[in-house]
Nanobody, 124 residues
Framework: QVQLIESGGGLVQVGGSMKLSCVASGRAFSTYHRAWFRQAPGKEREFVAVIHWTGGSTRYADSVKGRFTISRDNAKNTVYLQMNSLKPEDTAVYSC?????????????????WGQGTQVTVSS
């Protein structure tokens, strides 16, 4: 059974930092691109960041560029999202996803596997 399980969410104050993790099991995801998406209440799911399966290339949403960093450890089948300088508008459920496409997609429809998500709340 393929599973993506996120952890690391919670409550943080404005300007604080938080690191999310997503571990994959049931399949060798070392050759899958891995991404983070988020969905705030009443809003559509939006792309946050993606990393190539080699770790050699990344893409970020403009809203998080310079504040968030995506990384991966293929030996642990895990992808991370380091979030710094958090803002109230970063409050959302963050979900990880995996895909083995030919490019780094920003569209959720291109991803084959999804986690259940972890809540991140930034309080002011």
């Amino acid at each position: 059974q393929v599973q993506l399980i996120e952890s690391g969410g919670g409550l943080v104050q404005v300007g604080g930092s938080m690191k999310l993790s997503c571990v994959a099991s049931g399949r060798a995801f070392s050759t899958y691109h891995r991404a983070w998406f988020r969905q705030a209440p009443g809003k559509e799911r939006e792309f946050v960041a993606v990393i190539h399966w080699t770790g050699g290339s990344t893409r970020y949403a403009d809203s998080v560029k310079g504040r968030f960093t995506i990384s991966r450890d293929n030996a642990k089948n895990t992808v991370y999202l380091q979030m710094n300088s958090l803002k109230p508008e970063d409050t959302a459920v963050y979900s990880c996803a995996a895909d083995r496409g030919v490019t780094l997609y920003r569209e959720a429809r291109n991803y084959d596997y999804w986690g259940q998500g972890t809540q991140v709340t930034v309080s002011s």
